[in-house]
């Protein structure tokens, strides 16, 4: 049986939101839904139409409600990605809420399945966690509820739906891990991969027709191949020279090939790269990560609550526990960039140790549109296979 982290690799495809700069500020036929057939689906009431939770009558209401329920239903929720095992932990103790963890290795498009196949079961998820093109898809199919938690306006402008349908949490850079040990020197930019010292050594996080974080990876190589945010074809031309050096492993990058040293080098979200360090450095690894100024690409994740519920009221505690500065520091423990850093910095309630620990940042970041994502999909779907073909 393989790992939550490594299952983990073929959730999200795709996120359509950017990380900005070092201090994280972005600049800048709704569809039928699942049935209610009567006796099948606990949710509703009050708590299932609140925008906020002042509407419904403040936290404490809320936490009673949510406490009622008992129960909160999430999905695709690995528990060593982004400290998301700590954060439901931390959850399920402050509330006395006990967590559901539906497919920790899913995808966005599995959790969009989950609420569309639901028909009103009691087991539908509470709340996803999915790539920014699916957060977008998800609202314009209407099949998410609007709500607003306590510091949305922490949120910067851009980064959430105007109506509160979906917000980004976390995010991170494309980063290359290595393990100094075996590797010398540790490459720091796309263009080193191809030096004949990296032989058999390149490893992406998953399928890039599937999995977001290889995706991202293929669309940071186009950057750094003459290649813009408009075409990410010259991503795919890397990966076809990569191969044919010798350097491209297709073996799916691990934390388990990373500590047993399966796994030289890894191409991979810069907050799953640095979180391998502690338990590389247990095994004997020396795991150092760089996020390449030449392929600087950055996206965030997105959190949503399924309008069809069935524990409404735990799902909106959920999303305040989140966006708190204490779930927000959670996702910074995790090596990810909370959404909220800006604010958390200027109000000095960021986790400074944690912040210490991210990888250095070379400039600022590139980020697409949902229109140039789209595109880039089906580049990627159609031309990867035939790129890294055997």
């Known amino acids: ?6 299952r983990a690799t073929a959730r999200a495809t795709v996120c359509g939101c950017g990380l900005a700069a070092a201090a994280l500020v972005l600049s800048a036929c709704a569809a039928a839904g699942p049935g209610t057939a009567a006796g ?23 936490v009673k409600a949510a406490q009622q329920e008992g129960v909160l239903n999430v ?17 399920s103790k402050k509330y006395g809420i006990r967590i559901n963890d539906e497919n920790p290795g899913g995808s966005s498009q599995q959790e969009i399945v989950a609420i569309t196949g639901g028909e009103g079961s009691d087991d539908a998820p509470d709340v996803v966690d999915v790539g920014g093109s699916y957060a977008i898809s998800g609202a314009q199919q209407g099949l ?40 010398s020197p540790c490459p720091t930019t796309f263009a080193q991969l191809l030096a004949p010292a990296y032989r058999g050594m390149v ?21 750094a191949n003459g290649g ?54 247990a095994d004997g690894v020396d795991w150092r990560v760089s996020v390449p100024a030449d392929g600087l690409y950055a996206s965030y994740y997105d959190q949503a609550i399924n309008k069809w519920a069935p524990h409404p009221a735990a ?18 423990v995790g090596h990810a960039r909370p959404v909220e850093y800006a604010a958390m910095l200027q109000a000095r309630t960021l986790d400074r140790a944690a912040n210490a620990l991210l ?11 949902p229109d140039q994502i789209t595109a880039a999909k089906a580049v990627v779907a159609s031309g990867w296979f035939k790129a890294v073909a055997v």
């Open 1 to 6: 049986m393989t790992s939550p982290r490594a």
């Open 40 to 62: 099948s689906f606990s949710g509703g009431g009050p708590a299932a139409t609140a925008t906020s939770a002042a509407a419904f009558g403040g936290m404490a209401a809320l």
């Open 203 to 223: 490893s992406l996080d998953g399928d890039p027709t599937q999995a977001n974080a290889a995706f991202s990876v293929v669309y940071a190589a186009a950057l």
């Open 359 to 369: 990888p250095t940042v070379p400039g600022t970041p590139a980020f697409p549109t």
């Open 144 to 183: 998410f509820a609007p709500y607003k938690v306590a510091g949305f306006a922490d949120i910067p402008v851009g980064q959430a739906d105007p109506d509160g349908l979906w917000a980004n949490d976390y995010g991170g850079y494309v980063s290359i891990g290595c393990n100094a040990a075996q590797v």
């Open 75 to 91: 999905i695709a929720l690995p528990r060593n990605w982004a400290d998301y095992g700590a954060i439901m932990d931390a959850f």
């Open 315 to 332: 799902a909106r505690l959920w999303e305040e526990f989140l966006y708190s500065a204490e779930g927000q520091n959670d996702f910074l």
């Open 228 to 281: 813009s945010l408009g075409d990410i074809r010259p991503g795919l031309g890397f990966f076809a020279k990569l191969k044919q050096v010798g350097n491209y492993n297709p073996v799916q990058a691990t934390e388990s090939g990373v500590e047993s040293g399966r796994d030289p080098i890894s191409l991979d979200w810069d907050y799953l790269n640095a979180a391998y360090v502690a338990g590389a450095r």
